[in-house]
Each structure stands twice: as structure tokens, then as C-alpha cells.
């Protein structure tokens, strides 16, 4: 578990906005909560047991596997949403691909755009959950 307060607001921020995405979203705010809450559990296992220089491939494969998650989920339901968190995904990848290729270690300015990367995410997810929420009680009031 981190012990920055900065790093364990963050996580708890994303447990927010997940929560949020899971209790008052649609289908689509649920599946993406979840493969978030899965991608940032799997994070900080893979951070804790897998020696470093693995864990940033991990890190890097995860990011992967998450941003095709949204693409698929993306052309599923089309909700403008998904695909700027999948865009944002496709940046966060490429930050990790950067740094993997240049052979550079993770500094202030990798942490620094990887976290506002992963809060825009969040920040996606809790638009198209209200969004969805908003969409579903004016449906409620005109039927």
C-alpha cells in the first residue's frame, strides 16, 4: 500500500469515482468501474510482488489490456465517454512506452502526467455515469 497521502488520495478518488460509476451508472459506467477498480488492484499487487523492472512491463501491459478493454467497449455502446477515456488510455500507454524505449526510470514528470492521465480517466467516468444517471430519470419522467 503506498504511504505518500498524495498517492492514497488519489486511490481514493478512483475508489470514489468507481463507486460512483458501479452504484448509479448504465451498463457501459459499470464495465468500465470495474476494469478500472481490476486495473488499479492489479497495479498495486504487481507493484508490491513482482521485482521493478518487471512491474513497469506489467504496468505496461495492463495499460495495454485496459485501453483495448475501452475499444472494445467503445464500439459496443458508442458513448463519447469511452472513447475519450480510451484515447486518454492510448496516451497513458504511450507514456509507458516512451519511458520503457528511452530506458529511463520513472521520475517526478512520469508520475506527475501518469497520475493527471489516470484522474482524467475517472473524471470520464464520472461524466458518462451522470450522464447515463441524468438520460434515465428524464426517460423515468417522460414515460
Same mark, same amino acid.
Given at each position: 500500500?503506498?504511504?505518500?497521502? *498524495?498517492?492514497?488520495?488519489?486511490?481514493?478518488?478512483?475508489?470514489?469515482?468507481?463507486?460512483? !460509476?458501479?452504484?448509479?451508472? !448504465?451498463?457501459?459506467?459499470?464495465?468500465?468501474?470495474? %476494469? %478500472?477498480?481490476?486495473?488499479?488492484?492489479?497495479?498495486?499487487?504487481?507493484?508490491?510482488?513482482?521485482?521493478? !523492472?518487471?512491474?513497469?512491463?506489467?504496468?505496461?501491459?495492463?495499460?495495454?489490456?485496459?485501453?483495448?478493454?475501452?475499444?472494445?467497449?467503445?464500439?459496443?455502446?458508442?458513448?463519447?465517454?469511452?472513447?475519450?477515456?480510451?484515447? %486518454?488510455?492510448?496516451?497513458?500507454?504511450? *507514456?509507458?512506452?516512451?519511458?520503457?524505449?528511452?530506458?529511463?526510470?520513472?521520475?517526478?514528470?512520469?508520475?506527475?502526467?501518469?497520475?493527471?492521465?489516470?484522474?482524467?480517466?475517472?473524471?470520464? %467516468?464520472?461524466? !458518462?455515469?451522470?450522464?447515463?444517471?441524468?438520460?434515465?430519470?428524464?426517460?423515468?419522467?417522460?414515460?
Amino acid at each position: 500500500m503506498p504511504t505518500s497521502p *498524495l498517492v492514497q488520495m488519489l486511490l481514493a478518488l478512483v475508489v470514489a469515482g468507481c463507486a460512483f !460509476g458501479l452504484w448509479k451508472g !448504465g451498463r457501459p459506467e459499470r464495465l468500465g468501474a470495474g %476494469i %478500472i477498480l481490476l486495473n488499479s488492484a492489479l497495479t498495486l499487487i504487481g507493484g508490491n510482488l513482482l521485482p521493478s !523492472g518487471s512491474s513497469y512491463i506489467f504496468g505496461l501491459v495492463l495499460d495495454g489490456a485496459t485501453a483495448v478493454g475501452f475499444l472494445a467497449m467503445t464500439l459496443m455502446f458508442g458513448r463519447m465517454w469511452l472513447g475519450a477515456a480510451m484515447l %486518454i488510455y492510448a496516451a497513458q500507454f504511450a *507514456l509507458r512506452s516512451y519511458y520503457l524505449v528511452m530506458d529511463r526510470k520513472p521520475d517526478l514528470l512520469h508520475a506527475m502526467i501518469n497520475n493527471a492521465n489516470f484522474m482524467a480517466i475517472i473524471l470520464c %467516468i464520472v461524466i !458518462g455515469t451522470a450522464a447515463a444517471w441524468r438520460a434515465r430519470v428524464r426517460r423515468r419522467k417522460a414515460g
